[in-house]
């Protein structure tokens, strides 16, 4: 098997056609027809039927598309770490949650790749139900927010964090000077979020669907600190981590709201892959994360070095 071949295979499962595996890797359809019968050949499997609903694959060509991501994603990391010992430096991948990374990153990747001279640290927001996917894969070398529903047996998951998002709003919004609200008075409000709104997974998600809030009152911003600073103009209801708004709630340019579900609380944790399959910089960070250390510079949100945090190219904030 050659890494061409493995490449083909796994766009034509990724995609679901030779044609569009073909435009993706900019080869000719025959090209990618040509590796897919190699490796038929060398594995004695047919790996997929054409069907009327498009293509059907065995067990083997399931089997075999998994690997083919690892043995890819292996590659690539083998390559990368070559390259960082010609140059003397370690290179860390981090995925993580929007919340994780807009919150609490940042003080956490200056004290950690600050400890090291040869380290630096490349950040990519994702959602987290694509967490697995990206380690198993070797996309990333660790990921960091919410604790998965079910977590595969080749992750090992650590929880460094607790914290509480909690609903606030300006001191002019008509709800500021309520004791507290009620779930059918909640629903009919404006609602502030940050891009962690998106998708079903994680605690603002979760706090959303148990207070029942229509989409048509939900309103995306960006980041977390633009739907607060919006908040702060009575212009509705954000969902805010706790200590990230101390300071505000304690200067009077946010009121916290008391209701159902809320405030709501939370974890973060660290995913990576066992010890022996972990980058060691991961292995390392896990170790770190959970020092008071570490908890410290998460909550204080002190900002990153130049030159020693680097965003990837493919961060977004939509997953």
Same mark, same amino acid.
């Not at 962690?196 to 960006?222: C, D, K, W, Y």
């Not at 990576?272 to 570490?294: K, N, Q, Y």
């Given at each position: 098997m050659t890494p061409a071949q493995l490449r083909a295979f796994a766009a034509t499962v990724r995609l679901g056609s030779v044609k569009a595996a073909a435009a993706d890797l900019a080869v000719t359809e025959s090209a990618v027809s040509i590796h897919i019968a190699h490796l038929r050949r060398e594995l004695g499997d047919k790996l997929f039927a054409r069907t009327a609903n498009g293509l059907a694959f065995t067990p083997g060509g399931l089997r075999l598309a998994s690997r083919a991501a690892e043995l890819l994603g292996l590659q690539d990391r083998t390559i990368l770490e070559v390259r960082q010992a010609g140059s003397a430096r370690r290179l860390l991948r981090v995925a993580a949650s929007s919340l994780f990374a807009e919150h609490a990153a940042p003080g956490l990747i200056e004290l950690f790749a600050g400890r090291a001279d040869d380290l630096d640290v490349e950040l990519s927001v994702h959602s987290p139900q694509n967490f697995a996917s990206l380690l198993l894969n070797r996309s990333v070398d660790a990921a960091v927010g919410p604790r998965p529903a079910t977590l595969d047996d080749a992750?090992?998951?650590?929880?460094?964090?607790?914290? =509480?998002?909690?609903?606030?709003?300006? +001191?002019?919004? +008509?709800?500021?000077?309520? #004791? &507290?609200?009620?779930?059918?008075?909640?629903?009919? =409000?404006? $609602?502030?979020?940050?891009?962690?709104?998106?998708?079903?997974?994680?605690?603002?998600? &979760?706090?959303?669907?148990?207070?029942?809030?229509?989409?048509?009152? /939900?309103?995306?911003? =960006? &980041?977390?600190?633009?739907?607060?600073?919006?908040?702060?103009?009575?212009?509705?209801? #954000?969902?805010?981590?706790?200590?990230?708004?101390?300071? %505000?709630?304690?200067?009077?340019?946010?009121? /916290?709201?008391?209701?159902?579900?809320?405030?709501?609380?939370?974890? $973060?944790?660290?995913? *990576?892959?066992? %010890?022996?399959?972990?980058?060691?910089?991961?292995?390392?960070?896990?170790?770190?994360?959970?020092? +008071?250390? #570490? *908890? /410290?510079?998460?909550?204080?949100?002190?900002?990153? *070095?130049?030159?020693?945090?680097? +965003?990837?190219?493919?961060?977004?904030? $939509? &997953?």
């Open positions: 992750m090992t998951c650590t929880p460094f964090l607790n914290y =509480q998002v909690i609903a606030v709003v300006g +001191p002019d919004h +008509p709800l500021a000077t309520a #004791a &507290s609200a009620g779930a059918a008075e909640l629903r009919g =409000q404006t $609602w502030l979020l940050g891009p962690s709104a998106v998708g079903r997974t994680g605690m603002v998600p &979760s706090v959303l669907r148990r207070l029942g809030i229509p989409e048509h009152n /939900q309103r995306i911003f =960006q &980041s977390h600190a633009a739907s607060v600073d919006e908040a702060k103009r009575g212009k509705g209801v #954000a969902l805010a981590v706790a200590f990230a708004v101390t300071k %505000d709630l304690a200067e009077g340019d946010l009121r /916290q709201l008391a209701g159902p579900q809320l405030p709501a609380r939370g974890s $973060w944790n660290l995913l *990576t892959l066992p %010890d022996r399959e972990a980058a060691s910089t991961a292995a390392e960070l896990r170790r770190f994360v959970t020092t +008071p250390r #570490a *908890t /410290q510079a998460m909550l204080r949100g002190a900002g990153v *070095t130049a030159g020693r945090f680097r +965003p990837a190219i493919h961060v977004t904030l $939509w &997953s």
